[in-house]
């Protein structure tokens, strides 16, 4: 099995580790027990994954530039490196509502506390807040990225990209792989891309991503 230069759960997450193992029980119908146990980063294989440069995020993960975080309706949250098995569950209807009742963005807030990196950014197809389509990945990192700079989390930038126009799952989450891929290939302070995203949009064939700034005035009080 593949192993990351750090020790998870970090210091300081041992509590948030315990709370997720406990909400993670309640998902147990869910696993494949048979399945390997895969590194969380290539247990996932969609048009997202596809597209995504792998190799250079495990090259980042190990020279300690990146550190990447799975949001998962099976088991909450996991880290890149951490062991998974198959699952068949969707972060939709009673699955989404049971993660919101087991603190699932308190734990993502808590993460983000501890490990106070100075760039945290997401990548999602799905609309904001809870109700809109494919919403609640998107909901989870936000909820817990604003609770964690409610709680003083201080970084130079967090927000998340996502789609804001253009049709097709396999072209939208394709796009945001992309995205990833290039924000990867500047470095963790992708600025440049941030910007752009902010102003014209990346254009990627029929798709526009933009981005999400949580440090902007009036954004932490928006769900």
């Not at 593949?2 to 998870?8: F, I």
């Not at 997450?13 to 895969?38: D, K």
Request: charged share 20%; glycine share 12%.
């Amino acid at each position: 099995m593949e192993r990351p230069p750090y020790a998870w759960p970090d210091r300081g997450l041992e509590r948030a580790r315990a709370r997720l193992v406990v909400a993670r029980r309640g998902m147990e119908h869910c696993i494949e027990g048979s399945s390997r146990p895969t590194p969380a980063m290539h247990l996932y294989s969609g048009s997202f994954y596809s597209a995504l440069d792998a190799g250079l995020a495990r090259q980042l993960i190990y020279s300690g530039k990146l550190r990447l975080f799975i949001i998962s309706a099976g088991y909450g949250v996991l880290d890149a490196f951490e062991p998974a098995r198959n699952y068949d569950a969707e972060m939709k209807g009673r699955v989404a509502r049971y993660w919101r009742e087991a603190g699932l963005a308190d734990i993502i807030g808590d993460i983000c506390l501890v490990l106070s990196p100075q760039w945290v950014y997401g990548f999602f197809a799905g609309e904001p807040g809870w109700s809109g389509s494919g919403a609640k990945y998107r909901y989870f990192f936000t909820e817990g990225v604003k609770k964690a700079l409610s709680s003083g989390f201080k970084p130079a930038q967090a927000g998340c990209f996502y789609r804001e126009s253009g049709r097709g799952v396999t072209a939208i989450l394709g796009a945001l792989g992309r995205a990833f891929s290039r924000c990867l290939s500047i470095g963790p302070n992708c600025d440049m891309i941030v910007e752009a995203a902010k102003t014209s949009g990346l254009r990627d064939g029929g798709i526009i991503i933009r981005y999400q700034d949580f440090l902007a005035a009036g954004e932490q009080h928006r769900a």
